[in-house]
């Protein structure tokens, strides 16, 4: 339905204001791509970013698991300076 309302108001637009409707159809278009291309960037560095979160809490998570191996072993004089 609403590529129907597109049409129908750009066809409205081009009869009132003639050919400068192009140069609004133009900017629009371009506008479209270039955030197309910026969403894609974005999209990205999220994936990268929650990669590196994953890595980070699963570093937390191994040193936590290996700190309570310790404590429950009683293995703490020994690294004690």
Same mark, same amino acid.
């Given at each position: 339905?609403?590529?129907?309302? $597109? /049409?129908?108001?750009?066809?409205? &637009? #081009?009869?009132?204001?003639? &050919?400068?409707?192009? #140069?609004? $159809?133009?900017? !629009?278009?371009?506008?479209?791509?270039?955030?197309?291309?910026?969403?894609?960037? /974005?999209?990205?560095?999220?994936?990268?970013?929650?990669?590196?979160?994953?890595?980070? /809490?699963? =570093?937390?998570?191994?040193?936590?698991?290996?700190?309570?191996? &310790?404590?429950?072993?009683?293995?703490?004089? =020994? !690294?004690?300076?």
């Amino acid at each position: 339905m609403l590529p129907v309302k $597109i /049409i129908y108001c750009s066809y409205f &637009l #081009a009869q009132l204001l003639g &050919l400068s409707f192009l #140069a609004g $159809i133009a900017v !629009f278009a371009t506008g479209s791509v270039f955030s197309s291309q910026v969403m894609k960037k /974005i999209q990205e560095a999220r994936k990268n970013e929650s990669k590196l979160g994953e890595e980070r /809490i699963n =570093i937390t998570n191994e040193s936590i698991s290996n700190m309570k191996t &310790l404590k429950f072993y009683q293995l703490t004089d =020994i !690294f004690k300076s």
